[in-house]
């Protein structure tokens, strides 16, 4: 059915965020519509100039008889700098600290609106990386790695600490906690990641970096390849870190238990 072309950019433009990373032939568009392929050209430089003067992301143009477009979604340093900001104020609430140190974060994890943004900035690290999966640890990272792989249009995969009989055949590790320096475990299902993936490890929060370190021992076990390691929140960390390439968004500088006071600020994430 043709459709008029107001109608037409705004179906495009939704369909174009909806499939980041995902090439699609300026013929798919021209049938979607019944229109000719020079008027879907036309349509796709307004998309593209807007992407760009908006911040919204970068749409690509991809020649010859097996190219079309892809959607890149990113966002603008300055817009990524002033969201990460704000989220060091809210982290900064006194109400937030909890018994033993540790910083309440389950409500600003659970807001959809807080996680696309964190997912998009995370990403938009990665737009020139090929990235095969995104990794985490159950439980609280896996609404962060969601989000990220969403807009690297890669799947996530979860390891556990425990074995699940629906997860068949797994993979495990043992790896000392960076913080605790217990020996632990986790595990992988082996179907969850293909052999020679390129891999990102995405977290919510890092002590001491063995949880990560875990990771990249089940990575190595895969025979994959990390891409990169990106937490949505640091501490300050006295001794000697299991993992020191690393972006955070996040740096809890300063927790104190007698005052009651919490210091967060801007992590490394613009430092790299």
Do not use: C, W
């Amino acid at each position: 059915m043709k459709v008029r072309r107001s109608e037409r950019l705004i179906d495009m433009t939704h369909y174009l965020l909806e499939h980041p990373h995902e090439l699609i032939p300026l013929t798919f568009f021209s049938k979607r519509y019944e229109s000719a392929k020079s008027s879907i050209s036309e349509d796709l430089a307004i998309a593209k100039k807007t992407f760009k003067e908006r911040g919204t992301g970068i749409l690509d143009t991809i020649p010859g008889a097996a190219g079309g477009v892809v959607f890149v979604p990113v966002i603008e340093k300055e817009e990524a700098r002033e969201y990460i900001n704000a989220l060091a104020k809210r982290l900064s609430e006194q109400d937030r600290l909890l018994p033993g140190g540790y910083i309440y974060l389950t409500d600003l994890l659970g807001q959809p609106q807080l996680l696309r943004q964190v997912g998009r900035i995370i990403a938009s690290k990665y737009i020139n990386e090929e990235v095969d999966a995104v990794m985490t640890v159950a439980t609280k990272g896996v609404p962060i790695a969601q989000a990220v792989s969403y807009y690297l249009n890669a799947p996530f995969v979860i390891v556990r600490r425990d074995s699940k009989i629906t997860e068949g055949p797994t993979v495990s590790v043992n790896y000392a906690s960076g913080s605790s320096e217990r020996i632990e475990k986790m595990e992988l299902s082996k179907r969850s990641l293909a052999r020679g993936s390129r891999v990102l490890v995405v977290d919510d929060f890092m002590k001491g970096g063995g949880t990560i370190n875990g990771m990249q021992g089940l990575i190595d076990e895969f025979d994959a390849e990390l891409v990169g390691v990106s937490v949505f929140a640091e501490a300050n960390f006295k001794g000697k870190r299991a993992v020191t390439d690393y972006d955070s968004l996040l740096y809890v500088k300063d927790v104190d238990t007698q005052t009651k006071t919490i210091k967060v600020v801007a992590g490394n994430y613009f430092e790299n």
